[in-house]
């Protein structure tokens, strides 16, 4: 099994600023993802980290916007740019073993951003 | 592309009666299926997962889902709610086909557990 770890849990941050979330998982993973969860909605994922290059976003999400790295198999940051109230969300680092027959995905507990 | 729908956003039960919590999933590879768990103000818990073999897939604290390929359906049941399973469920999709983990999730549905 894989333990991530997320830091800060918690922050309150203040309009037009940026915050860099990490993650650290405890063994090695072969994929991590960044998920987003605004107020009582479902997750959505931002991206792939890719180990020493570029994340790979999905739709509606943007490098100037969550630059994301990983430099290596397990740590990884995301940081939230510029950040608006609309950015208000649990941010979650998950990570798979990525073995087709049969990967397990662990998730981290989330990092609660309140933008004011 | 993959996508998952959880019929009804809410569902509230008796303690001690039957949970079902429908997830349908649309897929053109063979999906790996999820059933993960969010308590108030917590990260996500893995319930239970389907990757292959058996399709009635038993996970913690008494839930099982059945995977029906017939009817694309991966629903979560329990024969006897209790108060401390009042959260929110979401059901999620990965892929075999390489995806390496990458989910996605249907839009989750609170569960509400009566005395």
């Known amino acids: 099994s894989a333990v991530i770890s997320q830091k800060p849990s918690r922050d309150i941050c203040q309009r037009g600023t940026s915050l860099t979330i990490q993650c650290q998982v405890d063994s090695q993973v072969t994929m991590m993802f960044w998920y987003r969860q605004q107020p009582g909605q479902s997750l959505t994922l931002i991206a792939t980290?890719?180990?020493?290059?570029?994340?790979?976003?999905e739709s509606g999400f943007v490098i100037d916007k969550f630059p994301i790295s990983r430099p290596n198999l397990t740590f990884s940051t995301l940081t939230v740019s510029n950040m608006s109230p609309e950015d208000s969300s649990i941010y979650l680092c998950?990570?798979?073993?990525?073995?087709?027959?049969?990967?397990?995905?662990?998730f981290g507990e989330g990092s609660w951003l309140t933008v004011v | 592309a993959q996508s998952v729908t959880q019929l009804g956003s809410h569902v509230s039960v008796s303690e001690g009666a039957l949970v079902l919590l429908r997830c349908n999933y649309s897929s053109s590879v063979p999906p790996y299926l999820f059933w993960y768990v969010q308590y108030p103000n917590q990260g996500l818990q893995l319930l239970l997962k389907y990757t292959t073999g058996a399709t009635l897939v038993k996970g913690i604290n008494g839930f099982e889902a059945e995977f029906k390929k017939s009817e694309t359906s991966f629903h979560l049941t329990n024969p006897s709610a209790h108060m401390s399973d009042a959260a929110e469920y979401f059901c999620a999709v990965s892929d075999q086909n390489n995806q390496g983990g990458k989910l996605i999730f249907g839009q989750g549905t609170e569960l509400s557990v009566k005395p």
């Open positions: 998950s990570a798979s073993t990525g073995a087709v027959s049969g990967n397990t995905i662990y």
């Open positions: 980290a890719n180990q020493g290059s570029e994340a790979t976003y």
